[in-house]
């Protein structure tokens, strides 16, 4: 990596020149793995790019390393955090997490009342999500919209998704849910005070 500095950013129209090289890196990475994949085009990735919706990483070098983006469904009700893709070289360095990090964080300021979902067959993005605070749900869990399950379609696995009615295929889908955190996060604060109140008496 010669020592390169990593930048982790927002996306912008000018990184459609990487447009490219991560459909490809996708679709590579995935026929590596042996899982199946929604195939995404230039177009829509540079399309996530130009709306504020991505994050990428390029090194100081300008070299493409990472990227994900967010997309809403059910007009705000639901988000769905996708295509986590690091370039082969640049992984296990600590950049897919930051970039996770990234688009969590962008989602939740943009929608900060909605459900955030991740669909995933990697035991690392599903590692990354449990930190988050994500569990996992199924299908009917998520949005239903036909938009997005209509990006299914050019996955390898989407006869199996058909034949299940759509209630479960060989991804594991997982939900972040704003109430149940919060209610996570008060029960603490609660179990905290009553702590400091007993060593008080």
Request: hydrophobic share 40%.
């Amino acid at each position: 990596m010669n020592n390169q500095i990593i930048f982790v950013r927002l996306a912008t129209k000018e990184d459609a020149i990487y447009a490219g090289e991560i459909v490809d890196e996708t679709l590579n990475s995935a026929i590596i793995r042996g899982s199946g994949i929604s195939r995404r085009t230039p177009a829509s990735i540079i399309e996530k790019m130009e709306t504020g919706k991505a994050i990428i990483a390029v090194t100081s070098g300008g070299e493409w390393v990472g990227f994900s983006y967010f997309e809403n469904w059910e007009h705000g009700k639901f988000i769905s955090n996708s295509g986590l893709i690091v370039k082969p070289k640049f992984r296990n360095s600590g950049v897919a997490k930051c970039i996770k990090n990234r688009i969590f964080n962008l989602s939740r300021r943009h929608f900060p009342q909605a459900r955030i979902f991740s669909i995933t067959s990697g035991a690392a993005i599903m590692k990354m999500n449990s930190q988050l605070g994500f569990e996992p749900v199924t299908f009917d869990q998520i949005t239903q919209d036909e938009a997005f399950w209509a990006g299914c379609a050019s996955c390898t696995n989407f006869d199996i998704l058909k034949r299940k009615k759509r209630r479960n295929c060989l991804c594991t889908a997982m939900l972040f849910t704003p109430e149940h955190i919060e209610q996570i996060v008060t029960q603490a604060a609660l179990a905290d005070k009553k702590q400091q109140s007993l060593a008080i008496h």
